[in-house]
């Protein structure tokens, strides 16, 4: 396994692994409890407030470009017709052009 080198990407990848452990079965079983919050059972707050989360930190991830996507992982057809920026050589030149 290839761990990325920016900050954001290991950012992403230590939530990531706290995620994975906060949804395994011994931990589940722990929050599991007869109790209620507010009348919702605590099991359904754990659940949706780790997914809640986990989406907003992979929404970021995708924003900072964590994982560093490069130009071969991107589908010919984006390159081409939504002119993707792959490097930061692009980013400049995009940015000099008067692009995004």
């Known amino acids: 396994m290839v761990l990325p080198t920016s900050r954001a990407g290991k950012i992403t990848v230590a939530i990531l692994a706290v995620f994975t452990i906060a949804m ?3 931990v589940i079983e722990i929050v599991d409890a007869p109790t209620t919050v ?3 059972n605590v099991l359904y707050l754990w659940t ?3 997914g809640i989360l986990i989406t907003l930190v992979l929404i970021w991830a995708a924003w900072h470009d964590a994982f560093a ?3 071969d992982q991107v589908p010919p057809e984006l390159r081409s017709d939504e002119e993707v920026v792959t490097t930061e050589s692009d980013s400049q030149d995009a940015v000099a052009e008067g692009g995004s």
């Open 24 to 26: 395994n079965p011994p």
């Open 38 to 40: 507010v009348g919702i």
């Open 48 to 50: 949706v407030s780790w």
């Open 69 to 71: 996507l490069t130009e």
